[in-house]
């Protein structure tokens, strides 16, 4: 996977079905306490809400041990299954969807509530103003200390993060990387210190 989308900022979608009000709200979130801090922030939004259903993606999205969802309350399967089921073939990671839910008086049905809630997240997601997230791997750099300014000037042009600085008897930077960036980057790497320098990187990096 080359990149995915996430949300830019936190943005809210309202949809009316049947007198029954959905305000989606889509955020990026990272990791899953992330995840869950945002859907307990809706909940106290919305405590007069009848159900505040949520469901989340909230790393890179082939990642299953961060999805889960949940209905809230509305009948089992009817809500969080649907909702996690459009973002997984959304393309979108690091997001967390929350619907919030006002009854109108007329009640949909088990098929008209899973319609409703999948179509509150697909309408959500197709307005979401996003950006494209590129996955990054950690690389360990130790260079020696006359080669700093060099390297830390020619970092900050680039598309890779400094994680961490440990200064020792020589410097360790921890960086963050993107995977289809790091080959051509790490020839131009090694080239700038003229081979002084020593790289510890995962095996797929």
Not at 59 to 88: C, F, I, R, Y
């Amino acid at each position: 996977m080359d990149y995915y989308l996430s949300p830019t900022h936190t943005q809210r979608f309202d949809l009316e079905i049947k007198n029954s009000q959905f305000i989606t709200h889509v955020c990026r979130t990272k990791g899953r306490d992330a995840a869950k801090a945002f859907i307990e922030e809706m909940r106290q939004r919305y405590p007069d809400a009848n159900h505040n259903c949520w469901a989340f993606v909230a790393g890179v999205p082939n990642n299953a041990h961060l999805w889960d969802q949940s209905d809230d309350g509305e009948p089992k399967g009817t809500a969080g299954k649907p909702m996690l089921n459009v973002l997984q073939h959304s393309d979108f990671g690091e997001t967390t969807v929350v619907v919030t839910r006002f009854f109108g008086g007329i009640k949909l049905g088990a098929g008209g509530l899973v319609r409703a809630y999948s179509q509150a997240v697909q309408e959500a997601l197709s307005h979401t103003e996003y950006e494209n997230i590129y996955p990054r791997c950690p690389v360990q750099l130790k260079i020696t200390y006359p080669l700093l300014g060099k390297v830390e000037y020619w970092l900050e042009q680039s598309d890779i993060e400094i994680t961490n600085k440990t200064f020792s008897d020589s410097i360790i930077l921890d960086l963050a990387v993107i995977e289809r960036t790091w080959p051509e980057q790490k020839i131009a790497l090694v080239d700038l210190c003229q081979g002084s320098l020593t790289l510890i990187e995962p095996d797929n990096a």
